[in-house]
């Protein structure tokens, strides 16, 4: 065996092991809840968007998490599948990088694939949940891979073809892979304008990559046609992105700039972001001088497309680890320091002050999530015995906020038609506060919990409703237990 191939498989077992200590325990995170319940709720009759669940993601994960709940209820084959999902993407790492880089690839696939796990192991990049992330990563990357396969051999067709396939399954999980048929066709154009390719015969294979990113869009079009759930998977796939950007924009809240939740993004990723920053700045003084490579163009644009989500919210996204990875990894392989003694020095120091900046937020939101994850859900357990204690089964009652988990583990349901599984703040707040109030009080839904992380702000309507409607009769932890005033 090759030492290469040796490599990533010590590498990937490491990473299983790992994640296995740190991780597959874990109890389920929100979105994880979410996609469980409404998956669930699928396999029961209920049509997603319409009859469960506000979620502003495309329907994927509820295709794949459905077809898993047919045949077990276990978190953990579900967390089992998205630990199969990153390792089989950091294999498509390792194989683009081979794509890419003639020179030192061996060393440089075997670093990016090493990084992008690296990556996935961070507590705040969310790499261990089941979520819509692992599988639409996986996807682009293959999508990427056999794009990079149709490049180096024009006249092969079938590349083509699996590269939109890729692409457009990868959408139907995530809208972000919307970009990946741009990063394409911009790809192409360059190699026309460059005269690297004929025209030609570029636009042909453009057509038929297109056609196969169309397919499986088409495909759940006319599925959730058929189920009567399309407009409502349109409005929510829509709007959720609409009210997100409304909602966390820097643009229109600049005063989120300085949020927690940033500053911790930009400390743990700031080794990957400055070393591609600094590749990335080398590549556009060799796209100037016209001596930039056909594989540095690409990798340049494929970082460049995934920028979007960072300049709109100021956050990282899982579309962008890959790119980062493997550009750190140039710059690692690559990188020569400055000969001044000073500048050279200086130069070391920042990038360990950045690994060190990195490691130390990462263990110290390690030891959090640890401690506080497996806290807060033994509240969500006593809250949820409380309401199956005093509740009787078809009982539907209330959340305000984004707690799923609560339905799973009471083995009650929320009212039909109520949007209250998925981003609470962004698709409740001015756009169906009203609504929910009429189901309330046309159901008579003597329950509502109100988990405190989420501010009367969010929906300040309703709040007032339940406060002036409602007692509080109990309160578990961070959650407050009301019930309908006779």
Same mark, same amino acid.
């Given at each position: ?163 939109? @396939?890729? &692409?457009?399954? %990868?959408?139907? !999980?995530?809208? /972000? =892979? +919307?970009?990946?048929?741009?990063? *394409? $066709?911009? #790809? ?124 709109? @919210?100021? &956050?990282?996204? %899982?579309?962008? !680890?890959?790119? /980062? =990875? +493997?550009?750190?990894?140039?710059? *690692? $392989?690559? #990188? ?151």
């Amino acid at each position: 065996m090759e030492k290469s191939k040796r490599n990533l498989i010590l590498i990937l077992f490491a990473y299983l092991v790992l994640y296995s200590i740190l991780y597959i325990g874990l109890p389920m995170s929100e979105d994880e809840s979410n996609i469980y319940y409404v998956s669930e709720k699928w396999n029961e009759g209920h049509t997603p968007y319409k009859d469960y669940s506000g979620d502003s993601k495309t329907p994927g994960m509820y295709y794949y998490t459905s077809a898993v709940l047919s045949f077990t209820d276990s978190i953990q084959a579900l967390r089992f599948g998205a630990l199969m999902a990153n390792m089989l993407s950091a294999v498509l790492v390792y194989l683009i990088c081979n794509i890419l880089f003639s020179d030192r690839k061996t060393v440089k696939s075997t670093l990016a694939a090493a990084l992008f796990m690296v990556i996935n192991l961070m507590p705040g990049m969310n790499g261990y949940f089941f979520q819509v992330d692992r599988l639409f990563v996986l996807f682009s990357l293959a999508s990427v891979y056999f794009f990079l396969k149709h490049i180096n051999l024009l006249d092969s067709k079938k590349y083509a073809v699996a590269a939109g @396939l890729a &692409a457009g399954i %990868a959408l139907v !999980f995530k809208q /972000l =892979a +919307i970009t990946l048929p741009l990063l *394409f $066709v911009i #790809f192409f154009l360059y190699l026309i304008i460059t005269k690297q390719k004929q025209f030609k015969k570029v636009f042909l294979n453009g057509a038929i990559l297109i056609g196969g990113f169309a397919i499986p869009v088409v495909l759940v079009i006319l599925h959730f046609s058929l189920i009567g759930g399309l407009d409502s998977m349109i409005y929510w796939a829509v709007n959720g992105v609409t009210n997100q950007y409304n909602t966390e924009s820097i643009f229109l809240h600049p005063e989120t700039i300085n949020s927690l939740a940033r500053i911790y993004q930009f400390s743990v990723m700031a080794p990957f972001w400055l070393a591609s920053l600094v590749v990335s700045l080398v590549f556009i003084v060799k796209l100037f001088k016209n001596k930039i490579s056909r594989s540095e163009m690409f990798l340049l644009l494929w970082l460049i497309s995934t920028l979007h989500v960072m300049v709109l @919210l100021l &956050a990282f996204q %899982a579309s962008q !680890f890959a790119p /980062l =990875a +493997i550009m750190t990894a140039v710059f *690692f $392989v690559d #990188f020569k320091p400055p000969k001044n003694s000073a500048k050279k020095y200086l130069t070391y120091t920042i990038m360990i002050f950045m690994i060190f900046l990195s490691l130390s937020v990462n263990i110290y939101s390690e030891y959090n999530l640890q401690t506080t994850r497996k806290a807060f859900y033994q509240q969500e357990i006593d809250a949820a015995k409380y309401i199956k204690d005093h509740t009787v089964e078809g009982e539907a009652i209330y959340m305000f906020g984004y707690r799923p988990s609560i339905f799973i583990l009471s083995n009650r349901d929320p009212p039909p038609n109520a949007p209250v599984l998925a981003n609470f703040n962004i698709q409740v707040k001015g756009v169906y506060e009203n609504v929910t109030i009429m189901i309330l009080k046309e159901q008579k839904i003597n329950y509502i919990i109100h988990e405190t992380m989420t501010k009367p702000e969010d929906a300040p309507v309703l709040f007032d409703y339940i406060q002036n409607n409602y007692k509080v009769e109990t309160t578990i932890g961070r959650f407050v237990i009301y019930k309908r005033n006779q």
